[in-house]
């Protein structure tokens, strides 16, 4: 789909997005920041290739997520006011996860309902946006393949990504505008993979089993890479395809565009 | 204090503090997109794909028709109502026998074929039947005979629920002190898929459901029901 | 369980084979959710079932909503329509009462289960009601009310198919639309023949023909509607303003059992209340697209009184029975008060990932699935149940297919901050009223082990400098991480931290750490 349809497509959610800024924060997501750390890099690249200014503030550590969903309000509440604290000026922020950025745009202004930094909170909120939205929506990239190599990706969007941020539609957009690459989604694409976060740790025989139907599906396609743009999603797919025996390189989405970019 | 009393004691401390204003749309139908002239069409369509048989027919033919589909199905035992026109379908008929008295559960349950029912409207967009029950349309004789079979004028096909609640004769039917005892929607032969999710006919209603569509009758909603 | 061809199996093994299937139900039903969960994924054709069934429903509800733009509109309206239940509900239940008055049904209030029971037993004993045809009612589920009345010496029978059949096999519905969901053809077919009896008490024979198999219950239970003294129904919606009682179904036993015996007893919810029939159509609509698929079901029964002088045939007596159970306590919660805006479709249970794969039984209740998350916890407490809450992924499927809009996960969520809550006398204005109408068991599941795991994460990540300590040990010491770690390793191999942090490469590429002042958007 043209990366324009995509920029006005998603029925419920008619979110308003600002033109180009000067500047905006990256969070990095405190799993990039550990295991996909290039995937930061790439993303920075390709913003800054849009003449935007990258702003990455070395505080920031995590979106406060997992103690959250795990019903441990105030130490969530404790990570999440250094995130206000970090990302403070009135400047778009860009995620690299679905999971946090609908953490940040989503939960932040319940989470400090009646707290001293609510308006803060909500402020934040609205200006946070997930990368691929931001990519496709703001900055409203054109995106030329320069690879030479023909490359099947099997895409994967995560739930958050796909329910919470509604940003499915961006992400297969920005996949397909690379013209080597063909994108194919798996059967029952829009199940969840598994992971859940401390779902994989809680239960861990349910999370095992629907990671196993996704691997499976996954595999099927023939992709030669898998990307997405949550590294929970990923670690978990590739994690267990890995230990099948049957692995499959993974990229972020940020990742594979930069590099078939470039 | 009782039961009752402490329950609706609760809901009201509940209700005092976080009190929200209603939508608008909590009285705003979601409107269907169906044109009269596919009222027709599409009530046939719905009933047979529900196995529901539709017979079109002429107030004229009726009469031999219904004669004609008893024969055919080796139908002896045929109940009917009391109403007016059900009188008259009898007469024209004969052999039937009219629902003019309580019956023991014994026969009808184990004597009656099948029992010949008057829906006041149709409603379009599901296929369905509206009957209302009362002292000329008993409710078990749509539901216990293993055959029903309903005389519905073309006329009075609505587009929907929607349409149906909407008008002048439910509001009205529904604000006076006696209200119809038991309204019903009938949109097919009784049915299940409680089996490995096969659907199966023949549940616990009726096992066939014929449907004369009459073309050039005058609308039932005329005809006065009993009070 | 493979299939077993029938001529080499005997009437004695059959019964022996639904014995056992008995036997483990019971057996899974005396332990704790995560066995529950795992002896359901272990068991290959409970999850083929399972799976089965779910690609079917979801596909069926996906088919009868093919314009997004109007599915967004009916949920629309179906949540205005509920919320408005919501805001309106004492009035609305007074309402209700006074018009079900003026038409001849009388009206019971039940604070809890064992109160709903006892006024129903009443109602019979009053009545000399000795037998019972039920319609499918999950409330009574709720209740355990068969269980109550046989205590007593009240023959209790399930007229729905697949409440009947779980009813022989002496379990418990697995869904609250498709009661009998994880058995599969075969099963069926040895437990009506091994138990299913006729009135004059002959063996039903042996069929996997599915149209055999519901001829054979169909005659069954001609005989008991025929001959009860009572019929106990639920209900689907309660109209206030014509005090109307609105009943949905496919197999016309519910139709059978509040039309034939003298006697109808209805149960419900009281949050299960709509102010006028302008809110009906659009619920019903949603409620069958939701729940199987079908633009309407074969009936929709609309019951506004009891049997009038001149009528030949319906009951001389319509009760109803308003349970609360919990209800109003959920009503005072602010958050989780959406709970009762769910009119019992299965949608979500339908879509969820985790409910395919550990069925019903796993949950341990009535209410299975994401809204059995949500209700269950909340009625029966968080110290019994609150373990089912950490069996979501908080994927979303739920919420998207509600049809009036509840948010699950948002609730769900929610309970597990009750669960864990440490703090029963937190006051604050707002709050005062939920102080005293905390969600049963708060605080039941919070552990010394993980609360101190959460505060030490806590420490490590609003502490910038201690939080870029622990991603340095990490990445520099990544090679040393073992290869085993707990449940995540059991099935993934271990993921492998980078060399260096992205905080540190970002510090190395020159990337500004904070915006200059001056600059603007």
């Known amino acids: 789909m043209p990366l324009s349809d995509a920029a006005s497509a998603g029925p419920a959610l008619a979110r308003s997005y600002p033109v180009k800024p000067r500047a905006v924060y990256l969070m990095g997501t405190c799993l990039v920041d550990s295991f996909y750390p290039q995937a930061g890099m790439d993303a920075i690249a390709l913003i800054e290739r849009e003449g935007v200014e990258v702003i990455f503030p070395q505080a920031q550590t995590c979106c406060g997520q997992p103690a959250y969903n795990s019903g441990y309000d105030d130490e969530a509440r404790q990570v999440a006011r250094q995130q206000l604290e970090a990302f403070s000026a009135d400047i778009p922020l860009v995620v690299m996860m679905g999971s946090c950025a609908a953490m940040l745009h989503k939960d932040y202004p319940s989470l400090f309902a009646g707290e001293p930094e609510e308006a803060q909170a909500k402020a934040l909120a609205a200006r946070t946006y997930e990368f691929s939205e931001f990519m496709v929506n703001v900055l409203q990239v054109e995106l030329t393949d320069n690879s030479q190599q023909p490359l099947t990706v099997a895409l994967h969007t995560s739930c958050s990504a796909r329910r919470s941020m509604q940003v499915a539609e961006q992400h297969k957009a920005l996949v397909s505008s690379l013209s080597g690459v063909q994108l194919v989604e798996p059967q029952r694409a829009t199940e969840c993979c598994g992971f859940g976060g401390t779902f994989a740790v809680k239960q861990p025989d349910i999370s095992a089993a629907m990671a196993k139907d996704k691997a499976d599906n996954i595999a099927a396609t023939g992709a030669d890479v898998i990307t997405s743009a949550d590294c929970g999603c990923l670690m978990n797919i590739s994690g267990t395809l890995d230990k099948q025996g049957r692995s499959l390189p993974v990229k972020h989405l940020a990742t594979l565009l930069w590099e078939r970019s470039q | 204090m009782s039961s009752r009393d402490r329950i609706l004691q609760r809901l009201k401390n509940g209700q005092s503090a976080s009190r929200q204003q209603s939508s608008a749309l909590a009285f705003e139908a979601v409107n269907g997109s169906l044109e009269v002239a596919q009222f027709r069409r599409e009530f046939i369509q719905n009933l047979s794909d529900n196995h529901a048989e539709v017979i079109p027919t002429s107030a004229a033919e009726l009469a031999t028709n219904v004669r004609q589909l008893l024969q055919d199905k080796d139908i002896a035992h045929c109940l009917i109502g009391c109403s007016a026109a059900a009188d008259a379908l009898a007469r024209s008929v004969g052999g039937l026998q009219h629902y003019d008295a309580a019956l023991e559960n014994s026969e009808l349950f184990q004597q009656i074929d099948a029992g010949i029912s008057f829906a006041r409207y149709g409603l379009a967009a599901t ?91 005058e609308s039932a909603v005329d005809e006065p029901t009993a009070p | 369980m493979t299939q077993i061809p029938v001529t080499q199996i005997s009437a004695a093994d059959m019964a022996a084979l639904v014995d056992r299937e008995e036997h483990d139900f019971a057996d899974m039903q005396r332990r704790h959710f995560k066995a529950r969960a795992k002896m359901s994924l272990e068991n290959e ?10 690609n079917f429903l979801v596909g069926k509800r996906k088919a009868m909503f093919p314009d997004d733009a109007e599915l967004s509109a009916l949920r629309n309206r179906g949540e205005a329509i509920r919320q408005h239940t919501l805001n309106n509900l004492p009035d609305l239940l007074q309402r209700l009462e006074t018009n079900l008055t003026a038409n001849g049904i009388q009206v019971h209030w039940a604070e809890t289960a064992e109160e709903a029971c006892w006024l129903i037993h009443n109602i019979l004993q009053d009545n000399n009601a000795r037998t019972v045809v039920k319609g499918k009612s999950m409330v009574s589920e709720e209740i355990e009310l068969n269980h109550y009345l046989e205590q007593r010496g009240i023959e209790c029978l399930e007229s729905d198919m697949g409440e009947y059949l779980v009813q022989l096999a002496k379990e418990t519905p697995s869904h609250i ?51 009860a003294d009572a019929g106990i129904s639920g209900v689907n919606m309660a109209v206030a303003n014509t005090g109307t009682l609105c009943l949905v179904e496919n197999e016309g036993n519910g139709r059978m059992t509040t039309t034939v015996p003298k006697l109808h007893i209805a149960v419900t919810g009281i949050e299960k209340v709509v102010e006028d029939f302008s809110q009906v159509p659009d619920l019903l609509t949603l409620l069958t697209r939701s729940a199987t698929g079908q633009k309407i079901t074969t009936y929709f029964n609309m019951i506004s009184g009891p049997k009038k002088p001149g009528e030949k045939d319906g009951p001389e007596q319509v009760h109803l029975v308003l349970l609360d159970n919990g209800r109003s306590r959920i009503f005072n919660h602010d958050t989780l008060k959406p709970t009762l805006q769910c009119i019992r479709c299965g949608a979500c249970m339908n879509h969820c990932p985790v409910y395919a794969r550990i069925g019903g039984h796993a949950y341990g209740s009535t209410y299975p699935g994401p809204i059995g998350q949500v209700v269950t916890p909340q009625i029966g407490g968080l110290q019994k149940h609150g373990d089912m809450l950490s069996a979501c992924s908080l994927n979303g499927a739920c919420g998207d297919a509600c049809p009036v809009r509840i948010p699950l996960p948002k609730l769900i969520r929610e309970l597990r901050s009750e669960a864990v809550n440490p703090d029963v006398n937190h006051l604050t204005a707002d709050s005062i009223r939920q102080v005293f109408n905390p969600v049963l068991g708060r605080g039941s599941k919070r552990t010394l082990g993980e609360s101190l795991i959460w505060r030490g994460w806590s420490l490590a990540h609003r502490q910038p400098w201690l939080y870029r300590l622990m991603t340095r040990l990490l990445t520099r010491g990544r090679k040393l991480l073992p290869k085993k770690l707990g449940p995540w390793t059991r099935s993934r191999s271990m993921p492998q931290a980078a060399a260096r942090s992205l905080h540190e490469l970002v510090r190395d590429r020159g990337v500004a750490n904070e915006l200059n002042s001056g600059e603007s958007q």
Not at chain 2, 152 to 164: G, I, P, R, S, Y
């Open chain 2, 127 to 217: 296929g369905s039947l509206v009957l209302e029950t009362g002292i000329d349309e008993p409710r078990t004789l749509s539901l216990v005979p293993p055959v029903n079979i309903v005389i519905l004028n073309e006329c009075d096909v609505l587009a929907d629920f929607n349409q149906l609640v909407q008008s002048d004769d439910w509001q009205q039917s529904f604000s006076r002190d006696n209200k119809p005892s038991n309204m019903l929607l009938i949109s097919g032969p009784s049915k299940t898929a409680d089996i490995q999710q096969t659907l199966a006919f023949g549940a616990h209603g009726p096992k066939q459901l014929y449907v004369f569509l009459v073309s050039d009758a």
């Open chain 3, 45 to 54: 054709a409970l999850r083929a079932s399972f799976l089965g069934a779910s």
């Open chain 3, 177 to 227: 639309i498709m009661q009998a969901i994880h058995k599969n053809k075969e099963q069926i077919a040895r437990l009506m023949h091994s138990r299913a009896q006729t009135s004059d008490g002959q063996a039903v024979p042996y069929s996997e023909d599915v149209d055999e198999l519901i001829g054979n219950a169909r005659s069954i239970l001609r005989d008991k509607f025929m001959t």
